[in-house]
């Protein structure tokens, strides 16, 4: 199919389907030439259209797709993988106004979301009517809609699954400007193909979400964290199937080498996790959360954890027991992107997901290619869940010897994680970075098979072209 362009006449047709909204030219701010990974390939949008409800998504997907022009959904573009940018030119729909938290069915356990709302404002919405919201994705300013289009994780993946598991229904606009509903207020189902579960994680490519019902918990009553402090990161990270096989449940299990942290400490300007233990140097850190439904069950929760810890070699165990301690010692794990943002010039990630017990061996032989390929490397991430983010960062390098570098640490390490049994992406998706090693995960049945699918929803391929299948 061959793109046609934005015209001044289609700018006046977008202007009447969303009033006051549509961008074009010089007029569209620089931030929507990309997402959170510019290195992928930076490319300027011919039109961005806010819209504020089903309706206009609907009647911007019809122009554009009776013009046989792109159509590429954003929500605050924090992904990681490129998959927001028009790189093939047409039009932005930015869905972050539409950002009504629309109700909540308390009896049902369920609230109701435009999709552009921020995770942030909906979990302190829930936590403020008493109940938790699970997904707990690091980036706290992205949407939902992109959250359920990513299926992100986070860290509390590890006890309560990704965001896909909480999607009850959802609307969407086909990129035909069809507005169809999935799913329902309901428990289960077993109604037909689940096209609620392929829409999650579509990245964009089948339709454009624009309402969720989202499943909702009762808060937990008591909570815990512990950070481990480890000679290195081998003790660590082998540590991690303990905990699990402890059957402690943690809510959340994150590990970190020594280097993130001195990052993380430079670019905040504070010590949260300690660099030295009775005078040891401290090598890598383990940081977990536990639950428990009264609170003289946490004693006997924390004093069990730190056993497993010290038995699989910690030099010493912390405990953040108060609502303050536990949000500091998370926030700092929670700036980790951000410290290796503010060092490095390049970057390149990955989020290979591999068996927990493959972990310790991903993450070494990620580590030992640093003097191979010539890159610094970062590894930390949802050790509890098995994925592993892995940076690839460099200063004062010509863009192209760091490109033609990271792609052979990204052949190397995504080669390893198939060997392991693990999956091209944990959780921040394909979206044009990763194509590639989609396919070499998948093979070439399941990618077609992806195709055929891609067709049904999107016969002409205008929505979010080139992304997740090619
Ligand atoms: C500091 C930092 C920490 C992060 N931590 C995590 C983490 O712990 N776990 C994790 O999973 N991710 C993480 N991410 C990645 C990112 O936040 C997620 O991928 C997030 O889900 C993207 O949401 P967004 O609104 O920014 O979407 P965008 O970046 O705007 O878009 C992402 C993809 O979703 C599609 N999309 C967006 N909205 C819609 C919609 N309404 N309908 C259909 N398709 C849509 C886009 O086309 C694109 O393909 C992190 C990112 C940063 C910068």
């Not at 689940?194 to 499943?215: D, N, R, V, W, Y």
């Not at 959340?252 to 504070?270: C, D, T, W, Y």
Request: aromatic share 6%; glycine share 12%; charged share 20%.
């Amino acid at each position: 199919m061959e793109f046609k362009p934005v015209t001044a006449e289609i700018l006046e047709q977008l202007s009447a389907a969303a009033p006051g909204r549509v961008f074009s030219g010089g007029d569209i701010s620089a931030d929507y030439s990309h997402d959170e990974m510019p290195i992928y390939g930076e490319r300027m949008p011919e039109a961005v259209v806010q819209t504020l409800t089903t309706e206009e998504v609907a009647a911007v997907c019809k122009i554009c797709y009776d013009d046989d022009i792109p159509i590429v959904p954003r929500g605050t573009g924090t992904g990681l993988c490129g998959g927001c940018v028009a790189d093939q030119g047409g039009v932005i729909i930015d869905t972050s106004k539409m950002d009504k938290i629309l109700g909540y069915d308390k009896d049902n356990f369920t609230v109701r979301v435009q999709a552009g709302v921020l995770l942030d404002t909906l979990a302190a919405d829930c936590l403020a009517q008493g109940m938790l919201y699970p997904p707990d994705p690091g980036e706290r300013f992205a949407t939902v809609g992109g959250n359920v289009a990513t299926n992100a994780g986070g860290m509390r993946a590890v006890k309560y699954g990704a965001t896909r598991d909480y999607v009850r229904a959802m609307t969407v606009v086909l990129p035909s400007g069809e507005i169809i509903r999935l799913g329902g207020e309901v428990n289960k189902t077993s109604s037909g193909y689940s096209l609620i579960h392929l829409m999650a994680g579509s990245e964009g490519t089948l339709g454009i979400i624009t309402e969720l019902s989202m499943k909702l918990l009762p808060l937990p009553k008591q909570t815990v964290s512990l950070l481990g402090l480890f000679p290195d990161l081998d003790s660590a990270i082998s540590c991690v199937p303990q905990v699990k096989l402890a059957g402690l449940d943690p809510q959340a299990l994150e590990f970190m080498s020594r280097a993130n942290v001195a990052e993380i400490q430079e670019f905040l300007g504070k010590e949260v996790y300690p660099a030295k233990c009775d005078g040891e140097d401290v090598g890598a850190y383990l940081l977990t959360t536990f639950e428990g439904a009264k609170p003289e069950l946490m004693d006997e929760i924390m004093e069990q954890a730190a056993e497993v810890f010290l038995e699989n070699g910690a030099l010493d165990v912390l405990v953040f027991d108060t609502p303050e301690a536990i949000r500091t010692a998370w926030s700092f794990r929670g700036a980790a992107l951000e410290a290796i943002q503010a060092k490095f010039q390049l970057i390149d990630e990955c989020d290979v997901v591999v068996p927990i017990p493959n972990i310790p061996e991903l993450v070494n032989y990620a580590n030992s290619l640093e003097g191979e390929v010539g890159l610094a490397i970062r590894t930390s991430g949802h050790a509890g869940d098995g994925n592993v983010h892995m940076n690839v960062c460099a200063n004062d390098m010509d863009k192209g010897e760091f490109l033609a570098k990271a792609e052979k640490f990204m052949e190397l390490v995504y080669a390893k994680g198939w060997e392991l049994g693990g999956l091209c992406s944990g959780e921040h998706g394909i979206g044009r970075a990763k194509v590639p090693y989609l396919a070499q995960f998948e093979g070439g049945v399941i990618m077609e098979l992806m195709r055929g699918i891609k067709k049904v929803f999107d016969p002409k391929g205008l929505l979010n072209p080139g992304k997740v299948c090619g």
